[in-house]
């Protein structure tokens, strides 16, 4: 076989042709399904390297790894408040009539398993999980079909002691991939602003949700169509007025001035800016009234982190969902948490230029001299694997040309020689490849 790993045709392991070559086999499509992607090994150490951060930094607050599966029950995710979560589910019907779906998000998957769980967890529940998400979009868009989310949950929590501690925990995580906060920010506000504003207006509770989805877009289409929505779900022309000016509020100290001070809205958001001058992450946190996100079951604090050159989609985003259990037939059970994407934080990285140089590395490279040593240089390979070395093994006999450009492709730190004379000698050659220092080892002090 020809000596070199060549990219194009002349692969070393070329095979003679199977049965299927020359048959009418249709080539099939190596590209994966629209909006998905593959990790081939340089794009899989990069979501290593950010999922281990991910779960590193779960593991400093105290969140235990939960999972649940992809494939959920569509009932899970059918909220009737207009959400394009719901708009763009990846659902079908299986072969046993079930209506089943795509996870889109995976906080309804938490209380699934949290309501199954019962009285049998201790509360606070302090879950964790990295997950894949779908969404049927018309890739008219061409926008991902799929992302993996981090998400962190506390369940059983009131105070805002637990929103604090989940802001605390993603600005661990920023931390630790080197942004600051003057790279990204959160934008913080509170859906009692609105809830307290449509109580004064008589507006019924069940279109809480609605309206905070309607909101949400506030930002992305025009505030006349915002009006339009608004009123469609019926809301008096003055409700939408008072709305959309409480929702242009500059500063805590204004909102207080519009709603006064008695308000729970004013003494959570007050209780969480304390906290976090306290705690020590203010300087990363801004209200911002206009912050409403866009899924229907949040009811207090709302949060999202956002790159201060404003040139990316929101980094991650959450709040405190308190009434999510009893849309499910359950008691209610006082609950926030956040998702974290996989797609923007890697953008925000290239942007700063803090993508991690990530490459394969081994220890060893061990290679046979002689076709007659090969068995020998596998059990060579093998003590260094057992003494928790990670080995190359050349598993061909090659030209030492090769081997030299195999090790440098893995960037092995040594390579080990298996030869017959030295084999005679009980011992095998060990070559530094970064000084070219060379020795002889007996096999027992192999280390
Ligand atoms: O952030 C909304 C979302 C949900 C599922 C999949 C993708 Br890509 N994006």
Known sequence: ?????????????????????????????????????????????????????????????????????????????????????????????????????????????????????????????????????????????????????????????????????????????????????????????????????????????????KVCVIIDKIEKIPVDEIKKELKAVGLSQEAVQKLLQVLSVKSLEELEERLGSSGEAIADLKQLFSLAEKIGFSKWLQFDASVVRGLAYYTGIVFEGFDREGKLRAICGGGRYDHLFSTFGADDIAACGFGFGDAVIVELLKEKGLLPELNLNVDDIVCALDEDLQGRAAMVANILREKGHSVELVLESKQLKWVFKRAARVNAERLVLVGNSEWQRGVVGVKILSTAEQYEVKLDDLK
């Open 1 to 209: 076989p020809a000596e070199t790993d060549s990219p194009t045709g002349g692969r070393s392991g070329a095979l003679t042709p199977g049965p299927s070559v020359g048959a009418d086999v249709q080539k099939i499509d190596v590209n994966p399904p629209k909006g998905t992607r593959d990790f081939p090994p340089e794009d899989m150490r990069l979501r290593n390297w950010l999922f281990n951060h991910f779960k590193e930094v779960s593991r400093l607050y105290g969140f235990e790894e939960v999972d649940y599966p992809v494939l959920e029950s569509e009932a899970l995710f059918t909220r009737k408040a207009g959400e394009e979560i719901k708009d763009q589910l990846y659902c079908f019907e299986d072969r046993g009539n079930r209506r089943v779906a795509l996870r889109p998000e995976l906080t309804p998957s938490l209380a699934r398993l949290v309501i199954q769980k019962g009285k049998s967890v201790p509360l606070p529940i302090k879950w964790f999980t990295v997950g894949q998400c779908w969404r049927y979009e018309r890739m008219t868009r061409g926008r991902r079909r799929e992302h993996y989310q981090w998400n962190m949950d506390i369940i059983g929590v009131p105070g805002v002691m637990a929103e604090a501690e989940l802001l605390s925990s993603i600005v661990t995580l920023f931390k630790r991939i080197g942004i600051t906060e003057s790279d990204v920010g959160f934008k913080v506000s509170s859906r009692k602003v609105l809830q307290e504003v449509l109580n004064c207006y008589s507006v019924p509770e069940h279109l809480f949700g």
